[in-house]
C-alpha cells in the first residue's frame, strides 16, 4: 500500500518557525513531484509549495512567497516545508500530497495541525 504521513505540526507564536515533515512509503518517491495544501476551518485545501520529481524546481503560492521552503530527500523518502515568520493566518491543517502524469495516483496523508497564536 502507499501512504504519505505528516508531522511536525504544533503550537507556535506568530513570527516563529516550524518544519513540516512528509514521509512517503509504499511507491517510489523520486517518480513522483510534491506538494503541501493547507485547509483552515470553513475554508477550501489551497496549495501551498511544490517541488518537482527531481527536486530541482519549486513553486509557491504567494502568500507564502519568502516565508516557506519547500524541498525533499530522496534517500529518506520525505519532503519538507520549512515555515518561518509564520501569521495567524497560516494556521490550518498542513496535509503532503503526490502527483505524477504517468503513475499511479497516490492518496492524501492525515494532515498536520499547524496553530500560531499568541
Known amino acids: 500500500q502507499v501512504q504519505l504521513v505528516e508531522s511536525g505540526g504544533g503550537l507556535v507564536q506568530p513570527g516563529g518557525s516550524l518544519r513540516l515533515s512528509c514521509v512517503a512509503s509504499?511507491?517510489?518517491?523520486?517518480?513522483?513531484?510534491m506538494s503541501w495544501y493547507r485547509q483552515a476551518p470553513g475554508k477550501e485545501r489551497e496549495l501551498v509549495a511544490g517541488i518537482t520529481s527531481t527536486g530541482t524546481i519549486s513553486r509557491y503560492a504567494a502568500f507564502v512567497k519568502g516565508r516557506f521552503t519547500i524541498s525533499r530527500d530522496t534517500a529518506k523518502n520525505t519532503v519538507y516545508l520549512q515555515m518561518n515568520s509564520l501569521k495567524p493566518e497560516d494556521t490550518a491543517v498542513y496535509y503532503c500530497?503526490?502527483?505524477?502524469?504517468?503513475?499511479?495516483?497516490?492518496?492524501w496523508g492525515q494532515g498536520t495541525q499547524v496553530t500560531v497564536s499568541s
Open positions: 500530497n503526490a502527483n505524477s502524469e504517468r503513475y499511479r495516483a497516490i492518496r
Open positions: 509504499g511507491f517510489i518517491f523520486s517518480n513522483y513531484d
